[in-house]
């Protein structure tokens, strides 16, 4: 974990963060008793205005593991933050060859899946995280979608869950930083995320897991909304709740630039 | 400069939807097509999704079909009972299109149905128009004055419901261009296209109408039938981008008056003939991209099938 920075310096940056920001939200109940060890922790901001000139925003999750007493074990502690957007149906389609051209002949809908998922995590996934807590979690991204819609009509779906996946992470909407969470000291962590430009509303969810030998100890969980905000949220609700005007406004617009233009042009002559 | 569109959900650069709509704008005032057939494919090319492609397109259309047809209707160059009667052809052809156009989306089948429509119907129109330009160049080069014979009698010409269409110097039955009308009309809904580069020669070849009026009376009817398409889209699915429109409308109107003065410059079978390379262009361009094996076989669509 040691970089470039000194290690009372990088402790310094990160305890001079934590006051600034909003105060930390309440994690989640465990059931039974409190855990030996807890995740206290905080977004950098808890909602993203879409502008105009919207361009993709960075967040930033930080936290620290409180303790009641000395540290267990000081072996296997790992941390994984999870940034989910929010989520839809989604059809995979596979293209084939017919009367040599490529044309859609089989699709497999996923009833939902995230519009944008990244797992940060502070080491490599396989020796941090148990396969079970996996599972139970939905935490790697193939565990990202949820059950398919329809009958499934192909004989085998993972070629198109794979797709899916494959897809959106060249699109940068699905992304696996490992070694994105940086832990210092077994106490303090912190994650960066730069969310793209083609982001979709709702509400992002934020979970982080404080995870012991791959056992889950700990769990916190929190929200980012992300609207749009002034003239992106007018002209979109606009459009959806008053698709008429919005459908003449749009031709009005069309027809004044255009016999503008010509009026212009006629002047200069 | 980034721009973030509301409806497409996309941040694009502004300046690369500018030049896009200088250039479409252009050749709409060139040649009196919509350019619908360009800003289409090039929409999709910079990651706008294609249902708000097709829909954008046809308000950009109307834009820069408003300040060509002012200019065409000062020139006296629009037919406009010719007009009508297309367009009343076109409103209907164009309901039914967007029907279709949905259906197909549903099906998953929305893609290729709009290339094969590009590949044939440019492909063809567009062979058609070079092979009869060349060919109309080399006579005149040779100085034989020979002409294609107007005013001939078919079987056009027995049709009922005749009507006189002063500007165009036709006595002819509306059955024919109310035809023409509707079957642009379907192409325009779900190619996203003005229908410009379809009409133009079927109003030459099938309906023997005199060059003078046949590129305003076409924008004419575009300009209408585009509306009408804007409107239905907006309202049955909502994929109006109005500010991805009005960018590539203050490009459009631009370059529509400097191509509809630099039309007036060129000869007409120059004109032709650039055209005709262009449409071919197009379609070898979609044509190629049916044939080659994708990149990704797989492809996802957000929403349910």
Known sequence: ?269 | MQIYLPIAEVSVNMYTLLGLGGIVGLLSGLFGVGGGFLITPLLFFIGIPPAVAVATGANQVVASSVSAVLAQLKRKAVDIPMGLVLLVGGILGSAGGIWVFNLLTKLGQIDLAVQLCYVVFLGSIGLLMLQEAVRTMRRQKKGAGARRKRNQHTWVHNLPFKFKFRASGLYISVIPPLIVGVFVGILAAIMGVGGGFIMVPAMIYLLNMPTKVVIGTSLFQILFVSAFTTFMHAITNQTVDVMLALLLIVGGVVGAQIGSRLGARLKAEQLRILLALLVILVAVKLGTDLIIRPHDLYSLAVGSH
């Open chain 1, 1 to 269: 974990m040691m970089r470039a920075l000194t290690r009372p310096l990088r402790l310094a940056l990160l305890l001079a963060l934590v006051p600034v920001f909003a105060p930390a939200q309440e994690a989640t109940p465990q059931p039974g008793q409190e855990p030996a060890e807890q995740i206290v922790a905080g977004l950098s901001r808890d909602n993203i205005g879409i502008t105009t000139s919207f361009d993709g925003s960075q967040i930033l999750i930080y936290g620290a593991i409180k303790r009641e007493a000395p540290e267990p074990a000081n072996d296997g502690l790992a941390v994984i933050v999870t940034l989910e957007g929010p989520l839809g149906p989604v059809t995979i389609r596979r293209k084939s060859r017919e009367f040599g051209i490529w044309v859609n002949t089989a699709a497999l809908g996923v009833a939902s899946a995230p519009s944008y998922y990244a797992v940060a995590t502070s080491g490599p996934l396989k020796d941090i995280l148990d396969p079970k807590v996996d599972v139970q979690q939905r935490i790697s991204i193939p565990l990202a979608m949820r059950a398919f819609s329809g009958p499934v009509q192909v004989k085998d779906t993972r070629p198109f869950t794979e797709a899916m996946v494959r897809i959106r992470e060249r699109q940068g909407l699905y992304t696996l930083e490992t070694g994105g969470v940086r832990l210092v000291e077994n106490t303090l962590f912190r994650a960066d995320f730069e969310l793209p430009a083609n982001l979709t509303e709702g509400d992002y969810k934020t979970r982080i897991f404080l995870l012991r030998k791959g056992k889950l100890v700990d769990q916190y969980q929190s929200a980012i909304d992300v609207r749009k905000v002034g003239l992106e949220r007018w002209l979109y609700a606009l459009a959806h709740e008053h698709a008429a005007i919005y459908g003449l406004l749009s031709l009005a617009l069309a027809v004044i630039a255009g016999w503008a233009a010509a009026a212009v042009f006629r002047f200069v002559r």
